[in-house]
């Protein structure tokens, strides 16, 4: 890994003293040098770590014959990042590992947004995994956001068996572009509040950049110009491709991320650039670099075989301008097991000598003062608390000011008991076909593409790949879904109505098929 590099004045020691890592005292000139907005360079990587990491036997080029018991590839998926000088990456596929390869690389990890990164990251309390924040300096962020796009149906598939251009277009526009809602609705706001936004994906579609008239005269492969609606939208709101600012001609440079072979990789592929790294808000492209397979003419950098993944990544680097930090309190989990190891808060704060960071009740105001910790005029930095005391329920973590009574942020956790499991239920006994089906629960891990699956019993009730309708989560710890006749965005089902018969619901983590917890049988009966 690449030493740290320093944008500023050195501004972090660790107190031993207290257990406590802070920020040291910021002087009046410090304050003032400060206050200048820098602009610093940052490299924002792309990565497809294909089923968690753990599932590709390098040594066959196939499934690994134990689920998730291949790590080799997670373990060259580090090399590789470390090997791009990527500073921040948008992990897809990462299946419950994102903090594990972070760990991999001495970086911090938000499993909410499936994103890692050198620099520390202020996951913001609301955001639900959308986006997170990371501090490329002290007390300045940059936004950053992952996506990963339904799979299927394909956009090329459909065009090589002979679909029409209109039909390709329908079918873009009802399945990825409203897939995108979350993002074209929250992201650009962000970017219009002067905050850098970078968004990585896996969009499973190419890009209208690329899909031109040159280059329909170009590949045999692209019949015809193809304008795909949901590189479209992104770029009707604002943001740039930055592949494609570093290389605009892509008959030159096609920059094929998919794909550099693997299990899932048919025989006479579709080659094409579906793995993106846009920027929206101020931020300029310096270079964007393809990360592959050794005797690929086209990758950038290329990586000794055999290469971990079924995508290549790309690694972009910007000039940026980062925005000034919001006040946050970024637990580093928000699912706590009390014990003395304590809970680690990431924090920034005005600065003021006042200022402490404590846990309050769900059903009272009050911080006990021997529990909080002061940051002493600290604006950024880490505290640890105590949590050995705490009962079961939801806290919040606090950022406030004894001087006003005030507070300035906070910051939901739920504590559970160390031998809790997760908790599904029913909000009914029996359903009749066709009626909503509520399904609660409690304890989820909170990471961002935790689901919650319906499944039949007959004599058993299946396995986790068994599912019939599924919902997402959407990182919360504690929550309720409904599974109707409706639509789901990025979500679906094999059937509906179900048909009558005992079922039951089950939590499973993160787009995997490890399941948590599992509700108590419940019936659908015909009217």
């Known amino acids: 890994m690449r030493p ?3 944008f500023g004045p050195a501004l972090l020691t660790i107190s031993l003293a207290t257990g406590v890592l802070v920020a040291t005292p910021v002087t009046a000139g410090a304050r003032a040098e400060r206050s200048v907005t820098p602009t610093v360079q940052v490299s924002v990587m792309t990565q497809n770590i294909f089923y968690g990491g753990d599932d590709y036997d390098l040594a066959t080029g196939g499934f690994c014959p134990v689920s998730d018991g291949c790590p080799r590839a997670l373990h060259r998926l580090a090399h590789v990042i470390a090997a791009s000088g990527a500073d921040v990456v948008g992990v897809q596929e990462a299946e419950r590992n994102t903090r594990r390869l972070a760990a991999l690389l001495g970086w911090y990890a938000s499993p909410q947004a499936h994103v890692i990164s050198r620099f520390p990251i202020l996951d913001p309390p609301h955001s639900r995994g959308l986006f997170t924040y990371v501090e490329p300096v002290p007390g300045r962020v940059i936004a950053v956001a992952n996506t990963h796009l339904p799979s299927t149906p394909y956009g090329p598939y459909r065009v090589r068996a002979g679909w029409s251009h209109h039909r390709v277009m329908r079918l873009e526009r009802s399945l990825r572009v409203p897939a995108l809602a979350p993002v074209l609705e929250r992201l650009p706001r962000l970017a219009a509040r002067g905050i850098p936004v970078f968004l990585t994906g896996d969009f499973n579609s190419p890009s209208y950049l690329d899909w031109t008239p040159r280059v329909a005269r170009a590949r045999t492969d692209v019949p015809y110009a193809v304008r795909w609606p949901a590189s479209k939208a992104l ?3 604002g943001f740039h491709d930055s592949y494609r600012d570093a290389h605009p001609d892509p008959v030159a440079h096609p920059g094929f991320t998919w794909s550099p072979g693997g299990p899932e990789t048919l025989k006479h592929d579709f080659p094409d650039r579906i793995d993106w790294v846009l920027h929206s808000g101020p931020s300029t492209t310096v270079a ?3 990360v592959g397979e050794r005797g690929n003419p086209q990758v950038d950098l290329a990586v000794k075989p055999p290469y971990p993944s079924d995508h290549r990544g790309v690694v972009s680097t910007f000039d940026v301008t980062p925005a000034a930090a919001p006040l946050l309190v970024s637990p580093r989990t928000r699912r706590v097991i009390p014990g003395p190891s304590g809970l680690s808060v990431r924090f920034h704060a005005p600065g003021h000598p006042h200022e402490g960071i404590g846990l309050r009740s769900g059903d009272g105001p009050s911080i006990p003062a021997d529990r909080a910790v002061f940051t002493h005029g600290r604006q950024d930095g880490t505290v640890r608390l105590r949590t050995e005391h705490l009962r079961p329920g939801r806290y919040e973590v606090v950022l406030f000011d004894t001087d006003t009574g005030g507070t300035l942020a906070a910051a939901p956790i739920w504590v559970y008991g160390p031998h809790s499991h997760a908790r599904l239920t029913a909000d009914r006994r029996t359903y009749r076909v066709g009626s909503p ?38 990182t919360d710890i504690e929550g309720t879904v409904t599974f109707g006749r409706h639509v789901y965005l990025g979500e679906g089902s094999v059937s509906w109505p179900l048909p009558p018969g005992q079922y039951i619901a089950r939590l499973l983590v993160d787009d995997s098929y490890h399941a948590r917890g599992r509700s108590p049988r419940f019936r659908i009966v015909r009217r």
């Open 288 to 290: 964007s670099r393809l």
């Open 4 to 6: 740290l590099r320093v």
């Open 437 to 474: 089906v509520r399904i609660s629960w409690t304890r989820a891990p909170g990471n961002n593409l935790d689901w919650v699956g319906l499944f039949r019993c007959q004599r058993t009730c299946g396995g986790p790949g068994s599912y019939l309708v599924y919902r997402y989560t959407h």
């Open 235 to 237: 770029a009707d709101a």
